[in-house]
Structures are given as C-alpha cells and as structure tokens.
C-alpha cells in the first residue's frame, strides 16, 4: 500500500448533484428561461415561446434530472416533458382546467373524495418538477393548503367515514413537504384506527432522489400503516442508478414500490419504449402499476394520444411482456366509482 502523506497532490473532486442537499436543489429547480437554453444548449430561438408558455406554468426541472437530458437534442424525452411550448396557449374545444372535476370532490379543503374506500390529501402545493402535461396544473392549491387546524378537520372526516382505508398524499407532490411536517400527517392518521394504508404518489424520488432521506425512511419504516409508494415514471431514460437505488432501499425497508405513467405523443407512445420501460422498472425493482390515458387538461392537447391508439399500443404489449410487467391501462372518468379498465 503506498502511503498518502499531507503532502501528495489531491486530485480535484468534481462536486456533482448527488452531494447537494434535497431542499437546495428543491428550490434550485425553478429556471429561468435563459437558464435552460443555456444550460441544455437548445436554440435561442426557442426563448421567446419558452417565456410565453412559462407565462402560464412556470418552467421548473432539478438538476439531477436536467443531468439526465441529452444537451442540445429538443427531441430528448425528458426534454420534451419539461420544456415550455407556444402549443400551451393554443386553446382546444374539449380541453378544461380541472378534467377530473376534482372541485366536485372536495368536501373540505386540502382532501379530495372520489373513491369510496379511498381519500387523497393535497400534502403539498408545488413539485420539484413542473411536468408540462399535468393534469394539475391549474389546481387550486392555494385554498387546499393543509394547516394545522385544517388537519384536525380531515382526521375528523376521516372518523366519521369508517369505509375510509387508505390515505394518499398527494399534491403536487407529497415530498415536497418536510420530513417533519410528513411525521406529524402519518401520526394522525395512525390514530384513526380504520386507516391500514398510506399511499404516496410522488415524483420526487425520480426527479431529486436525494428526497428520500434516511428519516423519512424510518418515520415510514415505523409506522403501523402499510406503505404503497406509487412513483410516476413515463420513459426508461429517467431511470438512473440513483433512481435504482432509492427503489431498493425503499423494497428492502418492507415497502411496495409501484409505478404509474402516462401515455404521451411524442414521449412514449411507442411499443418499444413502453416495454424498455417496464424492463427498466423491473430491473430496479418496481411494479409497474398503471398507464394513463391523458386527462384533458387546457395548454396540453398536443400530448394526447386517442384511446384507439392507447389500445393498440397496449395489446402489443401485452404480447411482448409478461403479465406482471404490465401495467392496466386505464382511463380516469369523472363521477365513476374507480378508475375504468381500457
Ligand atoms: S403533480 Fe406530478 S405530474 Fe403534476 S407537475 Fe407535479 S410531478 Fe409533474
């Protein structure tokens, strides 16, 4: 062994994203958009729609997943599911803010209803992405913020409906909140003695993998509810060794990791890459759950791929993979009691 005396030259250490703390790179992820196109060597040109679409949903991606996208390929599809377009203020008949008439559901602020053995917490109100497709994205989270008092309120519905099972954080995304504040969440409803679940539907082990720290491991770890995570994941791209590791640990800790993804033109509409897909989630040790068909929110219509074309993407599927690496495709229906089977 050669011995390193104070003296030996230090070889520079690169200081990458990995290093960085979740909160900073958390509130590191709203770019302007100059940032962007310098940061991804796209053409200037693209500026001036960038910063009209930014307008209407403000341009957010966190350096790991930026780190992810091929520098100056505008066909890149991670690129394709952040980038600001012109498309966005095209108005489209058919196309409305709130698709699934979520406001019909919210019998009181910060909790949404729609399934009967099921609720859905907006946890928090930002992401540490903003996905240009998302059904969300004109969502009231303002006036369905949770505060204290607001909790109190939702653990005594929750009382009062003894059908009520399982709790989904959601939002935005649920991680976007403190382990702290999550702590205080799962602790009321592990004193609703009905409550057997808590789902959590988040992107931001995908998109900031440094989210899932060691204490909220445990917090989750220790608790008596069963925990579902259901991460949303749409290109086997986004899947890096990172992503690959959080998904193991969460697995080895005693937790059911699934994923969810949407079906996007342009992005993964595609036989092959849906069955990369499923290969990749696989390989890291997640389930694939379900594929969306696309919600028809306004500023979106140029992602939506029909359900015919949806259908015939997922029968060839169905014929490449095998039937535990296939998710159910699945439409969302407002008023209807689950999701509906395509
Ligand atoms: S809620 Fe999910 S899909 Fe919507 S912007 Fe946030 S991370 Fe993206």
């Not at 230090?10 to 703390?21: E, F, G, R, V, Y």
């Not at 702590?183 to 931001?204: A, D, F, N, Y």
């Not at 759950?289 to 992602?303: E, M, N, Q, S």
């Amino acid at each position: 062994m050669i011995p390193v005396s104070s003296s030996s030259v230090q070889l520079p250490t690169q200081k990458t994203s990995a290093d960085t703390p979740w909160q900073q790179l958390f509130s590191e992820s709203l770019l302007t958009p100059e940032q962007l196109v310098q940061r991804l060597a796209l053409p200037e040109t693209l500026l001036t729609e960038i910063k009209q679409a930014n307008e209407l949903f403000q341009l957010r991606v966190p350096e790991p997943y930026l780190d992810r996208i091929k520098k100056g390929d505008i066909n890149d599809p991670l690129l394709k599911q952040v980038l600001p377009l012109g498309l966005e203020a095209v108005q489209t008949p058919g196309y409305v803010t709130d698709p699934l008439q979520e406001k019909d559901s919210n019998p009181i602020p910060g909790l949404v209803h729609k399934y009967k053995s099921r609720v859905l917490l907006i946890t928090a109100g930002a992401c540490a992405i903003n996905c240009r497709y998302c059904f969300r994205r004109h969502f009231e989270y303002q006036g369905n913020a949770i505060s204290s008092e607001r909790l109190e309120q939702i653990s005594s519905y929750l009382m009062q409906h003894p059908e009520i099972n399982e709790v989904i954080l959601s939002g935005g995304d649920p991680l976007a909140t403190s382990d702290y504040r999550l702590q205080k969440i799962v602790s009321k409803l592990e004193s609703t003695p009905h409550i057997k679940r808590l789902r959590i539907h988040t992107r931001l082990p995908v998109v900031i993998p440094q989210r899932v720290t060691e204490q909220l491991v445990s917090l989750l770890k220790g608790s008596r509810l069963k925990t579902v995570w259901v991460l949303h994941i749409n290109h086997p791209q986004e899947i890096d060794d990172q992503v690959t590791r959080v998904s193991r640990n969460l697995k080895d800790n005693g937790m059911l990791v699934l994923n969810q993804s949407v079906i996007l033109r342009g992005i993964n509409d595609n036989m092959t890459i849906l069955a990369a897909l499923s290969e990749a989630l696989s390989e890291a040790d997640i389930l694939p759950y379900y594929l969306h068909t696309f919600d028809p929110v306004t500023g979106a219509a140029h992602f939506n791929v029909s359900d015919q074309e949806a259908i015939k993407l997922w029968q060839a599927l169905q014929a490449e993979l095998p039937g535990f690496l296939l998710p159910k495709l699945v439409r969302e229906i407002p008023g209807k009691p689950s999701k509906t089977l395509l």
